[in-house]
């Protein structure tokens, strides 16, 4: 059976940690906002959901290709990780979200080491499982809105043996005309909010101090 880290190490899922396994999280609800989409519906031929279904197709591809390329160096193949996550993933709005209420109350000095942490924690977590993968594939299905510039994509990971494993992607068109992934549902489990859950305990054991959480992350950086 294809495990979900395979899918963590695809790229798709940015937002669970090491620690935290989303099959621990298979009744949390998948009904949320991640900020606020604040973009109008933009001038052109190619609907909303094309394009979604589109941007998952190619980001697909490119995950895969990262995975595929065994020749180069591990150092490289991380600098494609980051890439991808930096032109595919709105980083800034996932973090804030698996931070939830605590980004208010952070400081800024907390606030930038938080975002610096938590991207290097999922390359550094995830690049480990580069080798992980054994040949499945991505394919996507359909598109339906969820906002004036956002859609929820349909897709399933397909193994060479095996059931097929249903990830659906929130993606938001921005202003400037480009996708980005905000979120990831995997079986029916949100990322983000699997993420959220496991920082918000991480604070809560810490006595609601986000410096706990800095100190957790440190580490994974």
Same mark, same amino acid.
């Given at each position: 059976?294809?495990?979900? &880290? $395979?899918?963590?190490?695809?790229?798709?899922?940015?937002? =669970?940690?090491?620690?935290?396994? /989303?099959? @621990? $999280?298979?009744?949390? #609800?998948?009904?949320?906002?991640?900020?606020?989409?604040?973009?109008?519906i933009y001038v052109g031929s190619e609907t909303?959901?094309?394009? @979604?279904?589109?941007?998952?197709?190619?980001? /697909?591809?490119? %995950?895969?290709?990262?995975l595929e390329n065994e020749d180069v160096q591990k150092e490289q193949r991380e600098k494609d990780f980051r890439k991808l996550l930096h032109n595919n993933f709105d980083m800034k709005t996932i973090a804030r979200f698996s931070l939830g209420r605590y980004w208010k109350v952070s400081s800024k000095t907390e606030?930038?080491? *938080?975002?610096?942490?938590?991207?290097?924690?999922?390359?550094?977590? *995830?690049? &480990?499982? $580069?080798?992980? *993968?054994? %040949?499945?594939?991505? &394919?996507?299905?359909? @598109?339906?809105l969820t906002g004036k510039a956002d859609a =929820?994509?349909?897709?399933?990971?397909? #193994?060479?043996?095996? #059931?097929?494993?249903?990830?659906?992607?929130?993606?938001r068109k921005k202003k400037n005309g480009q996708f980005k992934v905000i979120d990831i549902i995997v079986e029916g489990v949100s990322m983000s909010l699997t993420q959220r859950s496991d920082f918000a305990s991480v604070i809560q054991r810490g006595g609601g101090k986000v410096e706990v959480l800095l100190a957790h992350l440190r580490p994974k950086s």
């Open positions: 059976m294809l495990s979900h &880290k $395979f899918i963590l190490s695809l790229g798709t899922i940015v937002t =669970l940690s090491a620690s935290t396994s /989303a099959l @621990a $999280f298979q009744n949390v #609800p998948v009904s949320h906002s991640i900020g606020t989409s604040m973009d109008i909303l959901e094309d394009g @979604a279904i589109n941007f998952v197709s190619k980001l /697909a591809k490119k %995950g895969i290709g990262i606030k930038k080491e *938080y975002l610096n942490l938590f991207e290097n924690m999922i390359i550094n977590v *995830y690049s &480990k499982r $580069f080798s992980e *993968y054994n %040949g499945q594939t991505v &394919k996507v299905s359909t @598109a339906r =929820l994509v349909s897709s399933s990971i397909v #193994p060479e043996s095996g #059931p097929r494993i249903h990830v659906d992607w929130r993606i």
